[in-house]
């Protein structure tokens, strides 16, 4: 069955930088697209960036641009989430999610990300 597991978020100070990684199993990693979203309580939850299946064309939402970037490793099986300057809106739980039996979305357990002095 398809499982994604998220790691290292955590508390970070503004300015700080944190790298979230997601592990998938369960399909063929390199053939599909790859998406990082967060959701705060009260808020739908958003999307902050994604990733083709090669790892060559990567999108990110406006509000991070420029400071997230999002990258794959299709040997490990694995997504980045690489977060720059982050700031204390940035606050979030941080999601990794794929859809490889589309219309179904797949989404791991989720890591926290605090950004607080």
């Known amino acids: 069955q398809v499982q994604l597991v998220e790691s290292g978020g955590g508390l970070v100070q503004p300015g700080g930088s944190l790298r979230l990684s997601c592990a998938a199993s369960?399909?063929?990693?390199?053939?599909?697209?790859m998406s990082w979203y967060r959701q705060t309580p009260g808020k739908e939850r958003e999307l902050v960036a994604v990733?083709?299946?090669?790892?060559?064309?990567?999108n990110t939402a406006d509000s991070v641009k420029g400071r997230f970037t999002i990258s794959r490793d299709n040997a490990k099986n694995t997504v980045f989430l690489q977060m720059n300057r982050l700031k204390p809106e940035d606050t979030a739980m941080y999601y990794c999610?794929?859809?490889?039996?589309?219309?179904?979305?797949?989404w791991g357990q989720g890591t926290q990300v605090t950004v607080s002095s």
């Open positions: 369960g399909f063929t990693f390199s053939s599909y697209a």
């Open positions: 990733v083709s299946s090669r790892g060559d064309t990567t």
């Open positions: 999610s794929a859809a490889p039996f589309w219309p179904k979305r797949y």
